[in-house]
């Protein structure tokens, strides 16, 4: 009813004063703002994540292990003596012996 203002059960009024400013905060943050909420969403948590900072980085090992092959290279670039890097304890069956796939070249196998 009357009176009541911007109270008022049946809709918001909306002064010119509320346009107007809105109008100028839409132009200011435009390229900022998407017509998608998801879009917005995954914008916000993108922003989020890179400002978090993990205590130690992923990048931090203190040992790496590596096959013979990997540790020849390195002796061959000279960096066999990195720190941290092992040579892995060799394994019996170096490499699995290649098998046929189960069916022929073209999957199923249709009588």
């Known amino acids: 009813g009357e009176g ?32 998608d909420f998801h879009t917005n969403k995954k914008e916000e948590e993108r922003e989020r994540r890179m400002d978090f900072v993990p205590e130690k980085s992923a990048l931090e090992v203190d040992e790496i292990r590596v096959d013979k092959e990997t540790m020849d290279m390195l002796a061959f670039l000279g960096m066999a003596d990195l720190p941290g890097v092992e040579r892995a304890p060799e394994t019996t069956s170096a490499a699995a012996p290649y098998r046929q796939p189960f069916n022929g070249p073209r999957g199923g196998n249709r009588a």
């Not at 002064?15 to 400013?21: Q, S």
């Open 4 to 35: 009541e203002g911007a109270a008022a059960a049946m809709g918001r009024v909306r002064t010119k004063t509320v346009k107007k400013t809105s109008r100028q905060v839409i132009e200011k943050y435009y390229s900022r703002m998407t017509l």
